[in-house]
């Protein structure tokens, strides 16, 4: 069965990896699920681990399996990696190497060939902020594919692009990236 691995970052939008763990799931897709420490104030990880039916790894420093390292084994698993919401903070932390979270230090040990995709969500100020729109560039330049935002009223209430994509734009780039063929 094919993983993905659903990466949520602390964005407003995290609520909403509900609905893309469960899009998934019915997709026939196996889900694994990591968090960082913001997105559970926003979602808990219960509400993730029964809708993927698994453990949702939280703590980088927390190994389930003494015989495993965590992030590792679940980075060398992954058919495709979805960082979704992907806020700034995140986004900054991987297109400089940081790997100080379950999600970063995932994300950097995942092997080359594997599908990686973010869908941003953030403030219409933050997402277009050039140093923002350059840690996406460097992510493109390794392999990363972007989802853009939507353009929509945004918590804070300020109108503009920032908004997560919609759900079945989501699950419909993950279904393209993982069937599509290679020559």
């Given at each position: ?153 945004l918590a ?7 908004a997560l ?19």
């Amino acid at each position: 069965m094919t993983q993905i691995t659903l990466a949520v970052s602390g964005s407003i939008s995290a609520y909403k990896a509900a609905d893309i763990t469960s899009r998934l799931k019915k997709e026939n897709f196996d889900v694994a699920v990591l968090m960082t420490q913001a997105a559970t104030e926003f979602i808990t990880p219960l509400t993730l681990q029964v809708l993927s039916q698994r453990l949702v790894a939280l703590d980088i420093m927390q190994e389930p399996d003494p015989s495993k390292v965590n992030h590792i084994t679940i980075a060398k698993e992954t058919d495709l990696f979805l960082l979704a919401p992907a806020t700034a903070n995140t986004i900054a932390k991987l297109a400089n190497g940081l790997a100080d979270n379950m999600v970063t230090a995932a994300a950097l040990a995942l092997p080359t060939h594997t599908k990686k995709v973010l869908a941003p969500a953030m403030n219409t100020q933050m997402y277009e902020n050039p140093i923002t729109q350059q840690n996406i560039d460097r992510l493109k330049l390794t392999g990363w594919k972007t989802i853009e935002p939507r353009e929509a009223i945004l918590a804070c209430g300020d109108q503009g692009k920032g908004a997560l994509a919609e759900i079945d734009t989501i699950i419909d780039t993950v279904k393209e990236l993982i069937y599509e063929k290679t020559i």
